[in-house]
Nanobody
Framework: QVQLVESGGGLVQPGGSLRLSCAAS????????MNWYRQAPGKERELVAT????????NYADSVKGRFTISRDNAKNTVYLQMNSLKPEDTAVYYC?????????????????WGQGTQVTVSS
């Protein structure tokens, strides 16, 4: 039911730019924060950027701060990641993520939902 579909990845030269998109469905998109993660070969998945439900607040990993911008269009159920000044170390599979609540007994828990990922390769 919940579906996240990333697009926009590809091969880009160092210093170049790329814009990733994530189309969401199956939940009330405008009610939840959205995240971008990335995973490079042999490394753990890391949080890259977060945006609150209305887009009023954003957070970034130190490694991308000042270069990447997360945004969202709630009318289109889409979250974006604008990546500028790309470096080879940005090479990774980028994943869209939503943390959505579920209930078990009297407790609220959160489940991670992931897109299929989109490959970003930064190379000359």
């Amino acid at each position: 039911q919940v579906q996240l579909v990333e697009s926009g990845g590809g091969l880009v030269q160092p210093g170049g730019s790329l814009r990733l998109s994530c189309a969401a469905s199956g939940f009330t998109f405008s009610s939840y924060a959205m995240n971008w993660y990335r995973q490079a070969p042999g490394k753990e998945r890391e949080l890259v950027a977060t945006i609150t439900s209305a887009g009023a607040s954003t957070n970034y990993a130190d490694s991308v701060k000042g270069r990447f911008t997360i945004s969202r269009d709630n009318a289109k159920n889409t979250v974006y990641l604008q990546m500028n000044s790309l470096k080879p170390e940005d090479t990774a599979v980028y994943y869209c993520n939503a943390k959505l609540p579920y209930y078990s007994y009297s407790s609220r828990y959160y489940a991670d939902y992931w897109g299929q990922g989109t490959q970003v390769t930064v190379s000359s």
